[in-house]
């Protein structure tokens, strides 16, 4: 593989360790280099880090806090 394509990997630390766990893409970019992108696309989506992720795991968080407030109102409701 190029060097500068292994220093780009090395110096994030979410493409090094997704290099480390899915080795087939070590053959991709060595016989490939223009497939970086490609790998960049991958990893996001492995680590689950896309736009769509996020902003699921943001309405997750939000739906638990509803829920959390709304337990809280009836346990204060059957408090009083």
């Known amino acids: ?3 500068d394509m292994m220093e780009m990997i090395n110096a994030d630390p979410d493409l090094k360790r997704f290099l480390h766990e899915q080795p087939i893409w070590y053959r991709k970019l060595a016989r490939n280099p223009n ?3 490609a790998f960049q696309i991958a990893a996001l ?3 689950r880090k896309t736009i769509p ?3 699921e795991k943001f309405s ?3 739906y638990m ?3 959390m407030m709304s337990m809280f109102q ?3 409701n059957n408090l009083s």
């Open 35 to 37: 497939d970086f992108q």
């Open 45 to 47: 989506h492995y680590h």
């Open 74 to 76: 009836a346990m204060n």
């Open 65 to 67: 806090a509803q829920m």
């Open 1 to 3: 593989m190029r060097k």
């Open 53 to 55: 992720h996020r902003v």
């Open 60 to 62: 997750n968080g939000v």
